[in-house]
């Protein structure tokens, strides 16, 4: 964090952005600047750098919080303003008073127990004390980590279900494959270790959640680990009894007896043919539907009378 660059004009946002303001113009910068995009542009990569740095502190509240209070203290104490220094278009510089270190020993002194001298650790760091000045410097502390961040994926049903692998492309533009566990409902999330935002000072970046959002599927239904599905049958199969092919979830499909006289919204249930996961697997339940004929002919209404007043269906 370097109270010395305004982040809000790096992301080209307000003081006042919200998270979500905040979000966009990242997303927004970080697709124009990534290094894959620019070819080698050195400039784009510096770039980008400043807006991963913008993006890691302004996104995070308490890191948001801290920095807005020393650059208040910091522009209050050094009798002077800051304005963006010259060079190329995208590149942000603050300049301050050439006093600005002395002026911040008083203001900062009661956040932080009063800077002292500068002390070296025996190993070569440096001690408990610092001074404004390594804390404007990034002198004072260790490589931070880059912020996570957190995105939605759309897959097929039967890869939620079975599980496999498929290749995603991630906001900054790199192709990643990610691995789908058996069984993973719709709303879970799966994390892509080091695919978020770089660190803004050499530390590891970020890792990205992925949240899951399974397409529906045609025949199929999911509850839990259980899965429910239709077969149709016609009125002289739901009579007389019959065997089907049901189709799984597999893509197997399994033999099912329908005894004769069976009705309409009967369920039958097919044990351990659901989804399988962790914990066992579910059971897949089958409902019948019972086409009923359409566009009878005459003669063919007749026949059917007769025989529905045969069997004592109709008087």
Do not use: C
């Amino acid at each position: 964090m370097n109270p010395n660059v305004d982040y809000y004009a790096i992301l080209g946002v307000s003081e006042t952005a919200t998270v979500e303001e905040i979000k966009l113009a990242y997303r927004r910068l970080a697709k124009e600047y990534h290094p894959d995009s620019q070819g080698g542009n050195k400039e784009a990569e510096e770039r980008f750098k400043g807006i991963s740095e913008a993006y890691a502190v302004l996104s995070n509240e308490k890191k948001r919080r801290e920095y807005d209070l020393l650059r208040r203290s910091r522009l209050g104490g050094s009798g002077e303003g800051f304005h963006f220094g010259g060079g190329h278009p995208g590149s942000y510089q603050v300049n301050f008073g050439e006093n600005l270190f002395e002026n911040m020993q008083d203001i900062f002194g009661d956040l932080f127990n009063r800077f002292g001298g500068r002390e070296t650790a025996p190993e070569g760091g440096y001690g408990g004390r610092m001074n404004p000045e390594d804390l404007f410097t990034g002198r004072a502390g260790t490589a931070s980590r880059g912020a996570d961040l957190e995105s939605t994926v759309t897959i097929p049903f039967n890869l939620a279900v079975n599980g496999g692998e498929t290749i995603i492309t991630t906001r900054m533009g790199k192709r990643v494959k990610l691995k789908i566990p058996p069984g993973i409902e719709e709303g879970k999330k799966i994390r892509l270790r080091g695919h978020g935002a770089p660190s803004p000072n050499g530390g590891e970046p970020g890792d990205l959640y992925l949240i899951v959002k399974v397409t529906p599927h045609p025949e199929f239904e999911r509850k839990g680990a259980d899965i429910y599905s239709r077969i149709y049958l016609n009125i002289a199969e739901a009579v007389l009894g019959t065997e089907v092919q049901v189709k799984t979830v597999s893509g197997k499909h399994v033999k099912l007896k329908i005894p004769p006289g069976t009705g309409s919204g009967k369920i039958f249930r097919l044990p351990q043919l659901g989804v399988k996961t962790a914990s066992g697997a579910g059971d897949h339940y089958v409902r019948v539907e019972i086409d009923v004929p359409v566009g009878l002919s005459r003669t063919q209404k007749r026949e059917f009378e007769a025989w529905a007043k045969k069997i004592g269906l109709i008087n």
